[in-house]
């Protein structure tokens, strides 16, 4: 027997709208308008990612150099603070009368030799010195005239001093400093 084989007829579909009909190309592959599109595009995304990577680190290397630099003032603030406590030490009235004594040889004078001036006589011997008058005196001071004295006497001594040693800066010592003579 002859079997048959019976195949239903296709039914016509209708064609697709043109609107949907993929575009044909001339060519298989990109257009020479594409590639210049698509290369530009991905040098301007590169260049814009090496700016970004560009400012990052340099936003970190001057955030680097700004707490190297707090560190600094920091260390030098405990410095300083360290050394005005040393100055402050070093300028204390013992260690200066200390000094004095040791590397200088003064004593402190007895009181025979302390010499107390009354109110205001400074000021007179300074006009003295200058060649100026005092001003006169209210009632109960004493004349200044033995204050004149002194001050004239002593800036005699103060310039026969100075001409000494201007003439021999370091008098009692032949050569240098440490008094070795050359």
Do not use: C
Not at 21 to 42: C, D
Not at 103 to 121: K, Y
Not at 129 to 135: H, K, L
């Amino acid at each position: 027997m002859n079997k048959l084989l019976v195949v239903p007829a296709r039914k016509a579909e209708p064609a697709p709208p043109v609107w949907l009909e993929p575009q044909r190309r001339l060519q298989p592959g990109w257009q020479p308008k594409e590639k210049v599109f698509a290369l530009t595009l991905v040098g301007l995304l590169f260049l814009a990612g090496v700016a970004v990577v560009t400012q990052t680190v340099r936003v970190n290397l001057v955030g680097y150099r700004l707490a190297q630099v707090r560190q600094e003032v920091e260390r030098l603030e405990r410095d300083n603070e360290r050394l005005a406590l040393e100055v402050a030490a070093l300028k204390g009235p013992a260690r200066v009368a200390q000094l004095a004594e040791q590397r200088l040889g003064m004593v402190a004078p007895d009181a025979a030799h302390v010499l107390r001036l009354p109110p205001g006589a400074v000021a007179q011997a300074a006009l003295a010195v200058q060649g100026r008058p005092a001003p006169a005196l209210a009632e109960g001071e004493p004349p200044a005239a033995r204050w004149q004295v002194l001050a004239r006497a002593f800036a005699r001594w103060l310039g026969t001093v100075g001409r000494a040693h201007a003439a021999q800066p370091w008098p009692g010592l032949e050569g240098d400093i440490t008094g070795d003579a050359s």
